[in-house]
């Protein structure tokens, strides 16, 4: 009877761990994803990109280029190329961001136009808020 | 106050009764050991296969564009999305053992006999449900392995004469295997084969309800080996209970599945997850060696050995037809295995040569 | 009911034949697996085959074709260029749907053999930052004034091109044209860096197949690897030496993230252990009290 009772107590002991061990895991998959990236925002001074040209930065450990267009404004890519992630450069007078590496050509929305990159560049969101432009 | 609530409880559901009545006195045969669990061990790991699915199923996308991100996501954002995802491709693969198993088992012992006919057949069903499980599940991660295993599997219906073709073709919703193929996949896999699988395991459950658990005739003969005209219950009255014997027998092997699973996942992550299942679907590039999954292998070696197509394919539709209709195949009613000598060698020779071709169809 | 000894027997030679297949069939049989295979290969449901480049490979294998010319096709397959899907034509031009091209008349458009000079532009129209390296080195310059230098196929070669190492410098490619003696300098100022990027490369690899999301990591590596050798098209040891405390910083945020990945993966491998653990001891102590109950 002993025995039984100490039997009992270690499958109610192991369940119990199991049980704990699973539902650990299954609250975090459930718990939403966080978002810590919201919080960090790269500010500049819009004078910084004079007008046709575009300057290279770091936004969250990813290389960026910021370009300031006459037309389109002020725009946000990540340089990575989508083909094998050399970083693209911008090209003022095509308005194109060309990778070094294959010669992927990217236009100023950030689309594939010629070369073997699959994807378009990333963009980030950009605001300008009188003197300064927020990424992110 | 806890014995209050549970009087409360017992009052107005009767648990204790249901117990008593319905699980205490179902006594199984005397000789039933741990073989005799293998089917609940079937249930309990297809449990988990549902639960571990749903939860993938919150940020599974199933588009060709994302399905292969998004497979991806859950293994390296979502946090412990690995360990769901690996509970579920690992129990793909070992329900298939412990399916095997049970087949073997009950092959073995005879246990299709009469009354219990349909009980085989149902299971039978359900053992290819579980397949189309395990087909239909590869795709969703689209990538490069699952993508050209199931180009293979589903060529396999082409051999059809006539309209071998347009079956293949429905089945994978177009030409090739695409888009709309995982689409379909994808509603068959968590709609559709879940439904017909509960569907088919409730009256596997309902017949051996009735009919009650076969015994092991090399341990304990059954009384009457007459042909019943009459259903009549096996009573089994000095057997063992249902309710605790059996049930802890079953959470013993229950416990042992789940183990090999966490077994498995600890020493051979990468065991179903082969370099080429790691890239992404590409309809263009065709790799090196195309290779159907490691339970198809034997049909495809089938398929690949006779070399005309039709008879092929034949081989293969016999085969299952045998495979189904064995209770109304096997006329003999002797049910003690060591009296036929025969069918013991049918028995291994299948096995075998199942195990033979499989091997060789992974070269 | 039918007689089970007789339907036995039957299925019986049923397998008999089975197994006589089995054992004696496997090498009669070979052949027609190949058919089979290839078939199933071309079956036009197996996706289009966007690497084939009809035109070009059916002239090129065909017995117009002179022989010097026969192998190409062959060549190129076993390039890195037919690994990454880069067709005839992204080089040589032309239009390879064209169906009006036929054997002997090449589309215009089509550049066969570009002149030796010829060359760099050719392969730069892709490779632009290694080009740009390349005009501006002791290399390019003597290949476009004295038009003896060496172009990018004296070490590359040309349809059977594979991703450089660093064999690819050495005494017998050098001294035909120079001696060895500052390549020998340059391969030394190369050897480290190159060494941890190999190195790493091997550990992305086996992190990939063990199923962790290594993505990252390998777009950084390419683009460092990539970028270190674009600088060695400069041919200019001081300016290699130079940049490679940079590149050698790039390096090392790689392995950190590399370290990172191996530490996840021993993370896992530890928790689904404790978990095999507990699972096995519910089996085990379950195991005892059905025993128990039994008694
Ligand atoms: S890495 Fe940019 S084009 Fe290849």
Sequence with gaps: MKRRKFLKTLLAFFSTATLVTIAYPAVRFLSPLKKKIESKKLVINRNEIAAGTAKNMIYQNEPIVVVHDLTAGFLAFSRVCTHLGCLVNYNGEEKRFICPCHAANFNLEGNVISGPAPKPLVRYPVLVKGENIVIG | MFERTRQWIEVRLGIKEIIDSGLREFYLPRGAGFSSTLGAVALVAFLIQAISGIFLLMYYIPDTAHAFMSVRIIMNKVPYGWLFRSIHMMGSNIILAVLFLHLVVTFYRISYKKPRELTWISGAIMFFLIILFCISGSLLSWNQLSYWSTTIVTYIPTLIPGIGGRIAEFIRGGQYVSGSTLNRFFAFHVAFLPFTLVCMAAFHLFFIGRTGFSTNPGSSPEGDSEPQSVYKREINANGMPFYPDYLLKALVLVMVYLASIFFIMTFFPGLFQPELATVQADPAMTPDVIRPPWYFLAPYQIVKLIPNKFLGISAILILVFIFVFWPFIDGVNERNISKRPLLRVIFILSITVWLILTVWGGY | ?????????????????????????????????????????????????????????????????????????????????YENKVSCHDCHGGNPSDSAVSCGTP????????????????????????????????????????????????????????????????????????????????????????????????????????????????????RTEAGFRTLFHSVDVSLVKGRTAGFSRKLDVIEGMIADIYKEIRFRKNFSAFLFLLFASLAISAYFIQKNNKN
């Excluded at chain 3, 299925?11 to 090498?27: A, D, G, P, Y």
């Excluded at chain 3, 002149?115 to 310059?141: A, R, T, W």
């Design chain 3, 1 to 81: 009911m039918v007689d089970i000894d007789r339907v036995g027997g039957v299925l019986m030679r049923i397998k008999l034949v089975l197994i006589l297949i089995l054992v004696f069939s496997s090498t009669a049989l070979a052949d027609y697996r190949e058919t089979f295979e290839k078939e199933f290969v071309n079956k036009p449901w197996v996706g289009s085959k966007v690497v084939e480049e009809g035109v070009c490979v059916d002239c090129h294998t065909s017995d117009v074709m002179k022989p010097d010319y026969l192998g190409i096709p062959q060549e190129w397959k076993m390039s890195i260029h």
């Design chain 3, 107 to 222: 589309h215009s458009g089509f550049v066969g053999i570009p002149k030796y000079k010829e060359v760099p532009k050719m392969c730069g129209k892709c490779h632009i930052g290694i080009l740009k390296q390349f005009n501006d080195s002791k290399h390019g310059k003597a290949l476009m004034t004295s038009g003896r230098g060496p172009n990018c196929v004296t070490c590359h070669g040309s349809h059977k091109i594979q991703k450089a190492n660093m064999n690819i410098i050495n005494k017998v490619r050098c001294t035909r044209c120079h001696s060895y003696k500052r390549a020998k300098i340059m391969k030394q100022a190369l050897f480290m860096t190159e060494k941890r990027i190999s190195d790493i490369n091997h550990s992305i690899r086996q992190l990939r197949s063990s199923g962790a999301s290594t993505e990252k990591a390998k777009k950084m590596l390419f």
